[in-house]
């Protein structure tokens, strides 16, 4: 693991993932989701690393980078602290999930350094104050495991034994499909309370105005048409919000890498094609 220094001196790690010697183009910034999870269940995101190398954050919060979160707000700083390192003034960025809000406040302070931003399953119903549609894509699942995990995701855990068995209980909601991949994929990067909870401080009453406000970089949304954590329509509404391309990949949750990686990088890498690869460095 890497190192950069953010804006208060804190130590942010950073894995940078492709070593295959035919890969061009600078690094493609990553933010993981969570909040704060391990960012090893992402792996190379199927494969993406093999034509472009992947700068991993391990935002505050998570194993190795320690300590806790600014709040995803103020974090834009700790991925800008990693831009720096890498020596490049801009970058592509792919987000995921809770990953996407840290994405946002970049594009919203830090506008002259991003070319580029795919979001994918993003955490959506906050931006536009959509209803949250995922309890109706849910009565597709009629699963002793779907029941279960729509009934503990309406109880906020009190402690960290009650935020790891939620965890757990939730964990089928994730993917169109609960097979054995799915199960163990799962169980893959740990995360903790009091890292969900401080992800959320000292955020701006406006930063919802104040994003869709701001004139974005290209934007890609990338959504499963299964999702039961992030929703559809909410998802709509949210790339609706943000002037983005919106993609839905058929028969998918909330970890297309693991649920349909062909078409998931595909579209990346159409994506990332269209924006070009390089950036003047620093």
């Known amino acids: 693991m890497e190192q950069a220094e953010s804006d208060d001196g804190a130590p942010i790690g950073f894995d940078l993932v492709g070593a295959n010697p035919r890969a061009s183009g600078d690094p493609v910034l990553i933010l993981p989701g969570g909040p704060c999870r391990d960012p090893v269940y992402l792996g190379d ?22 300590g806790l979160s600014r709040g995803w707000w103020t974090d834009a700083a700790d991925a800008i602290a990693v831009i720096d390192q890498l020596g490049l003034s801009t970058v592509d960025v792919i987000a995921h999930s809770a990953g ?11 506008p002259e350094r991003l070319r580029s931003l ?5 955490a959506a119903a906050w931006l536009t104050e959509t209803p949250h549609d995922g309890a109706a894509i849910a ?14 995701m309406n109880v906020e855990p009190a402690d960290e034994n009650a935020f790891q068995h939620a965890w757990r209980a939730e ?9 054995t991949a799915e199960r163990q994929h799962a169980q893959v990067g740990s995360m903790s309370l009091a890292a969900a909870h401080a992800w959320f401080r000292d955020i701006p009453a406006d930063a919802a105005a104040r994003i869709q406000n701001t004139t974005l970089p290209p934007t ?3 959504g499963g048409a299964d999702d039961i954590l992030s929703g559809v329509e909410t998802v709509r509404a949210f790339a609706t919000a943000l002037r983005a391309e919106l993609l839905l990949i058929d028969d998918c949750g909330h970890y297309p890498w693991i649920e349909r ?3 998931f990088r595909f579209e990346l890498e159409r994506w990332l094609t269209s924006r070009g690869a390089h950036s003047p460095r620093r």
């Not at 795919?118 to 993003?122: D, F, K, R, S, W």
């Not at 009565?139 to 503990?152: C, G, Q």
């Open 45 to 66: 995101l199927a494969g993406l690393a093999e034509n472009r190398p992947l700068a991993v954050v391990h935002f505050r919060g998570t194993p190795s980078t320690g």
């Open 100 to 110: 996407t809000r840290v994405a946002l406040s970049l594009a919203t302070r830090f």
């Open 118 to 122: 795919a979001l994918v399953t993003p």
């Open 139 to 152: 009565t597709r699942r009629p699963e002793p495991e779907i029941i279960e995990a729509l009934a503990s």
């Open 171 to 179: 964990a089928a909601a994730g993917y169109a499909r609960w097979t």
């Open 220 to 222: 890609l949304v990338l």
């Open 261 to 263: 990686p062909e078409p």
